[in-house]
């Protein structure tokens, strides 16, 4: 689904051409091809806490190639910097300068993962320290090359850095999962969480529901935790009907036709979920749609239903599967779709953007509800995906947004799939309340 534009700068007289006139050429981005995947090595761990020992005795035994200096490396494939220990904002510069002069021996695809504390208001030189982890990686990001990406994991004081959430947002992070998220930080809140028993399958034995599924990102997915393992209920209206059953053919897949914001339907779920006997152990709530205009031309015709589909159905389906107390399983994961415009604002999008910050702030207060029964919520914000509703933008509008990131291109259904599988995996059980941005490091807001 590569668009016209990177395609004609990857052929050798469009490529040629592009670094004649400085035009952006994006990279390939490395996605994964099988499952389990290994780690790009060799990886360098650097930083001497324990938490960095720690960290490189795992992933050693995990077989993966672990250095602890660069040594004479000629190619770098992943470069974790353990931060846990900071206390003042002269001690990143040892920490991060050895990284300088390895920057050149980076792999195409290679990932930079930070592992350090969140800033309190408590220390102000601990605090500017660990501030600082977050300036320095969110510009480590821009600089990267070749489809590489740079992340953090924020740990909460308490948490130890081998708790199930770190290792897993580090191996996220490292992965070619999290091909299209760079200058992200996951903050792990919690040791919540257990280790993925089979990596090729992390999500065997769980059931989990795709709201909006019968396209776009959603039928993906639906297909990435099938991939995974998990046994998916795929949901969508009644007109999408045809599309679903041909999704759930090709899943082995429950379909449900259903439209979120008609009368009853969070009930209707649950007598429809009682009568097939299925527990869900993660809801992805995923239909959404769009009604774009300038405020000065907006209506109600164009607000009401952005508003209703986008966050108050979220609000009444999650509200009837916990009332309904039997069709959730234990420490349910509800994973949310929120968007980069709900987080920066777009123009023409004030409908769109009040719905999806309210799914952010909607996440973090269920994510509170949820903890007592050690379930978690969490949104994925994705910034310009390539599907149906972002090829309805008209054409430059289109390919401004599309190249206004560190990579250079549009993210694919896959990546923001892969985000929402790592959340609603064992592995995740520590991070809650988060907002993952899936954008390439949009160049726009914050
Ligand atoms: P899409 O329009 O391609 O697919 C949306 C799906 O939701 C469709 O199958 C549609 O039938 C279904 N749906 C809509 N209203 C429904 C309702 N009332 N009940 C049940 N199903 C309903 O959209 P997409 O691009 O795949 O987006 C999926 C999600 O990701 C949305 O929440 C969207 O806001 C979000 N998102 C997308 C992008 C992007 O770049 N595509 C960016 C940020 C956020």
Redesign the pocket.
Same mark, same amino acid.
């Given at each position: 689904m590569t668009d016209a534009y990177t395609r004609f700068v990857r052929s050798a007289p469009g490529g040629a051409l592009a670094r004649q006139l400085g035009l952006p050429r994006p990279a390939r981005l490395r996605r994964r091809e099988g499952r389990p995947e290994p780690v790009l090595g060799p990886v360098v761990v650097l930083g001497d806490s324990a938490g960095a020992d720690a960290i490189a005795h795992l992933l050693l035994e995990e077989g993966t190639d672990v250095r602890r200096r660069f040594e004479e490396l000629r190619s770098v494939g992943s470069v974790i910097l353990v931060m846990d220990e900071l206390a003042a904002p002269s001690e990143l510069g040892p920490l991060v300068l050895p990284l300088a002069g390895a920057m050149r021996s980076l792999a195409p695809g290679a990932r930079v993962v930070t592992i350090s504390r969140p800033a309190g208001a408590e220390e102000p030189a601990r605090d500017a320290a660990r501030g600082g982890v977050e300036g320095f990686l969110r510009s480590l990001a821009h600089e990267m090359r070749g489809g590489a990406t740079a992340n953090g994991v924020l740990v909460e004081d308490g948490v130890a850095l081998d708790a199930p959430g770190v290792l897993g947002a580090l191996r996220f992070f490292l992965s070619a999962r999290s091909a299209f998220v760079t200058g992200q930080f996951l903050t792990v809140s919690s040791a919540a969480g257990g280790e993925t028993e089979n990596r090729s399958l992390p999500l065997a034995g769980r059931t989990a529901l795709v !709201? *909006? +599924?019968?396209?776009? /990102?959603? +039928? +993906?997915i639906a297909r990435t935790l099938a991939a995974d393992g998990a046994r998916v209920v795929v &949901?969508?209206?009644p *007109? =999408?009907g045809t599309?679903l059953s041909r999704l759930a053919n090709e899943l082995r897949a429950v379909p449900i036709q &259903?439209?979120? /914001? @008609?009368d009853g339907?969070g009930e209707r779920l649950v007598a429809f979920l009682r009568e097939r006997g299925l527990t869900l152990d993660a809801v992805v709530l995923? =239909?959404? /749609? !769009?009604r774009d205009k300038l405020l000065a031309n907006m209506t109600p015709e164009r607000w009401d239903p952005v508003l209703?589909?986008?966050i108050s @159905?979220q609000i009444a389906l999650t509200e009837a599967l916990l009332e309904a107390g039997d069709v959730l399983g234990e420490a349910p994961r509800v994973v949310s &779709? =929120? @968007? !980069? @415009?709900g987080i920066a604002g777009n123009r023409g999008q004030t409908n769109?953007a009040a719905s999806?910050a309210g799914v952010m702030a909607f996440v973090d207060a269920l994510a509170a509800r949820l903890e007592a029964v050690g379930g978690t919520a969490n949104a994925v =914000?994705?910034?310009? /995906? %390539? !599907? %149906?509703?972002?090829a309805k933008i008209p054409a430059v509008t289109r390919e401004i947004a599309r190249r206004m990131n560190s990579l250079q291109q549009?993210?694919l259904?896959v990546d923001?799939a892969e985000a929402i599988a790592f959340l609603c995996s064992a592995e995740a059980g520590g991070i809650r309340g988060e907002t993952l941005r899936v954008c390439g490091q949009n160049l726009v807001g914050r």
């Open positions: !709201t *909006g +599924a019968a396209r776009g /990102i959603g +039928a +993906a &949901l969508d209206v *007109g =999408a599309e &259903l439209d979120v /914001i @008609s339907a995923n =239909a959404g /749609i !769009t209703a589909v986008n @159905s &779709l =929120a @968007s !980069t @415009s769109y999806k =914000a994705p910034g310009f /995906i %390539e !599907t %149906e509703m972002t549009g993210g259904p923001v």
